[in-house]
Nanobody, 115 residues
Framework: QVQLVESGGGLVQAGGSLRLSCAASGSIFRNNGIGWYRQAPGKQREFVAGITWGGTTNYAGSVRGRFTVSRDSAKNTVYLQMNSLKPEDTAVYYC?????????WGQGTQVTVSS
């Protein structure tokens, strides 16, 4: 069974930083771009950042300049470095492929930014 495992979330003050990790099987990373998504309470899941197999990145406007997505192909891991965090970044963060159909969603990792 394919699994996506997110980690690295936590509680941080506004202005702080966190680095999230997304681990999955090698076949997923070899064949797909990977995206980070988030879902805040009472809101729909939204795209945050993505990276292609070739390393091309794209970001939601709300995080551009603050977040950086990267991948380590040897470790089959994608990272999301989050700097200058704001309270509105509070959400459960998930990773998944960038194009439909999505794989089964993992548990996600909670990010809470206090003001």
């Amino acid at each position: 069974q394919v699994q996506l495992v997110e980690s690295g979330g936590g509680l941080v003050q506004a202005g702080g930083s966190l680095r999230l990790s997304c681990a999955a099987s090698g076949s997923i990373f070899r064949n797909n771009g990977i995206g980070w998504y988030r879902q805040a309470p009472g809101k729909q899941r939204e795209f945050v950042a993505g990276i292609t197999w070739g390393g091309t990145t794209n970001y939601a406007g709300s995080v551009r300049g603050r977040f950086t997505v990267s991948r380590d192909s040897a470790k089959n891991t994608v990272y999301l470095q989050m700097n200058s965090l704001k309270p509105e970044d509070t959400a459960v963060y998930y990773c998944n492929v960038r194009t439909l159909p999505f794989l089964s969603w993992g548990q996600g990792t909670q990010v809470t930014v206090s003001s």
